[in-house]
């Protein structure tokens, strides 16, 4: 079974910390990589796609290392709206299990 | 505006009674998915539909059905043969398979 794995938190942290998110995915043949944040009671948005390379979008960085099969999330200067349940995506090939394969996300709860 | 839209946003259904789910986009994806998500749990992938007039069963797929008659349309119907149906159901589109994935709002259904 292809999986993604990631730890469910909470992860609690003061206004401005730096907070580092891991997951790891089982199927090696993964080509694309995602994360996604959920709001409470709300559809899960995209954030960023994870390239092999690495890429940054503002406070946000994403990482990917293949040998290992895990990716990374790191959020720097916490804010308090970075609260959210963070999804980590890995897509499948082959399988039953559809196209993409989410992880059950890891909540973060940013505090003042 | 392009988008993905779900309805109803709510929807509250009788024991033995079956019920459809809309599922709409206008972005031109080829790519559909149903996911249910019970509270504090991940997306549980349903169905998915790469193209017209197809679809694949994915890990939930007892007591639902499908239809993928159109591009932009991919509605799902909760049968009363779902044991448990009460849950949030999101809808997704992606331009292929492995792309990046977009989510409509959800529905909330609530068995009485």
């Known amino acids: 079974r292809k999986e993604v794995e990631q730890d469910p938190g909470p992860f609690n942290v003061p206004e401005g910390a730096t907070v580092a998110f891991n997951c790891t995915y089982s199927?090696?043949?993964?080509?694309?990589f995602f994360w996604y944040r959920q709001d409470c009671r709300k559809e899960p948005k995209l954030l960023m796609s994870?390239?092999?390379s690495g890429n940054e979008d503002g406070r946000f960085t994403a990482q990917l290392n293949r040998a290992s099969q895990y990716i990374s999330l790191l959020i720097r200067d916490s804010k308090l709206s970075d609260s959210a349940t963070y999804l980590c995506v890995a897509s499948n090939y082959g399988g039953s299990q559809g196209n993409l394969i989410f992880g059950k996300g890891t909540k973060l709860s940013v505090k003042p | 505006d392009g988008g993905i839209t779900q309805s109803p946003k709510y929807l509250f259904r009788k024991e033995g009674q079956n019920v459809t789910l809309s599922c709409e986009q206008n972005?031109?994806?080829?790519?559909m998915y149903w996911y249910r998500q019970d509270p504090g749990q991940g997306l549980r992938l349903i169905y998915y539909?790469?193209?017209?007039?197809?679809?694949q069963k994915g890990d939930i797929a007892e007591g639902y059905s499908v239809s993928r008659e159109k591009k932009e349309s991919f509605p799902l119907t909760v049968t009363s043969a779902q044991k448990n149906p009460t849950a949030f159901y999101l809808c997704?589109?992606?331009?292929?398979?492995?792309?990046?994935?977009?989510f409509g709002q959800g529905t909330r259904l609530t068995v009485v």
């Open positions: 199927n090696s043949a993964s080509q694309s």
């Open positions: 539909s790469q193209i017209v007039n197809d679809f």
């Open positions: 994870v390239y092999s």
């Open positions: 972005l031109n994806h080829d790519a």
């Open positions: 997704a589109s992606s331009f292929q398979r492995d792309t990046e994935a977009f």
